[in-house]
T-cell receptor, first 115, second 111 residues
Framework: DTAVSQTPKYLVTQMGNDKSIKCEQN?????MYWYKQDSKKFLKIMFS???????INETVPNRFSPKSPDKAHLNLHINSLELGDSAVYFC??????????????FGQGTRLTVV | KQEVTQIPAALSVPEGENLVLNCSFT??????LQWFRQDPGKGLTSLLL?????REQTSGRLNASLDKSSGRSTLYIAASQPGDSATYLC??????????FGTGTQLKVEL
C-alpha cells in the first residue's frame, strides 16, 4: 500500500513539449512538496502546498506550475521543456506542526529526460 | 541561509564494521532532523527523525544524534552489512516543513 505515489516513473520528451507529473498521498498529510534532484544528486525544494494553498515557491521558473486539487494530490505541470529540466523529480508529504508528525515521506521519483 | 554538509562524501568499508556518518549545519534554528537512505534509481526512505528537543533516536542497528549547539548530527550504523550500501542523506526541517538536504554520503559495504 504505497504511501506517496507519483506517475510516471520515467518520462522522455522533446524540447519544447509540455508535460505533467502526478502525485498522490494516502497518509492523510496536509502538506505536499515537489523536490528536484539534479545530476549531482543534490535535492532541493521547488514547491510546497498546505491544504491546497501554495506556501513555498523557491525561485522556480514560471514554466513550472504546481496544482493541488485537494490535499491528497499535488501535480506538476511543466511548459516548454528545456534540456536543463532533465532531472529526477520527487513528490513528498508531511504534516505541518511540531513533533514527530513532521516526518516526510517521499515518492519513488520521476526521471525526466528532455532530448 | 541554512547550509548542510555531509562528510565523508563516499565511504567503503568491509562488512561488520561500525561506522559514523557526519552531518553539519550552519543555522541552529531547526525544527527537526531527518536521515534518509537512497538506493540507486530509487526514492528516499526515511530512517530516523529527531525532534529539535531530542538528542538521539535509535532504530535497530541505526542510531542518530543531534547536537544543535555544535551544529552537528551523526548517524551511527552498527555491524554494517552489504545491504546497507546506499546514499545516506541528512535533512533539516525549517519553516513550512521545508527540508534542506545535505550533500549525501555514498556508502559501500563490501563482503
Amino acid at each position: 500500500d504505497t504511501a506517496v505515489s507519483q506517475t510516471p516513473k520515467y518520462l522522455v520528451t522533446q524540447m519544447g513539449n509540455d508535460k505533467s507529473i502526478k502525485c498522490e498521498q494516502n497518509l492523510g498529510h496536509d502538506t505536499m512538496y515537489w523536490y528536484k534532484q539534479d545530476s549531482k544528486k543534490f535535492l532541493k525544494i521547488m514547491f510546497s502546498y498546505n491544504n491546497k494553498e501554495l506556501i513555498i515557491n523557491e525561485t522556480v521558473p514560471n514554466r513550472f506550475s504546481p496544482k493541488s486539487p485537494d490535499k491528497a494530490h499535488l501535480n506538476l505541470h511543466i511548459n516548454s521543456l528545456e534540456l536543463g529540466d532533465s532531472a529526477v523529480y520527487f513528490c513528498a508529504s508531511s504534516q505541518l506542526g511540531g513533533g514527530s508528525n513532521t516526518e516526510a515521506f517521499f515518492g519513488q521519483g520521476t526521471r525526466l529526460t528532455v532530448v | 541561509k541554512q547550509e548542510v554538509t555531509q562528510i565523508p562524501a563516499a565511504l567503503s568499508v568491509p562488512e561488520g564494521e561500525n561506522l559514523v556518518l557526519n552531518c553539519s549545519f550552519t543555522d541552529s534554528a531547526i525544527y527537526n532532523l531527518q536521515w534518509f537512505r537512497q538506493d540507486p534509481g530509487k526514492g528516499l526512505t526515511s530512517l530516523l527523525l529527531i525532534q529539535s528537543s531530542q538528542r538521539e533516536q535509535t532504530s535497530g542497528r541505526l542510531n542518530a544524534s543531534l547536537d544543535k549547539s555544535s551544529g552537528r548530527s551523526t548517524l551511527y550504523i552498527a555491524a554494517s552489512q552489504p545491504g546497507d550500501s546506499a546514499t545516506y542523506l541528512c535533512a533539516f526541517t525549517g519553516g513550512g516543513n521545508k527540508l534542506t538536504f545535505g550533500t549525501g554520503t555514498q556508502l559501500k559495504v563490501e563482503l
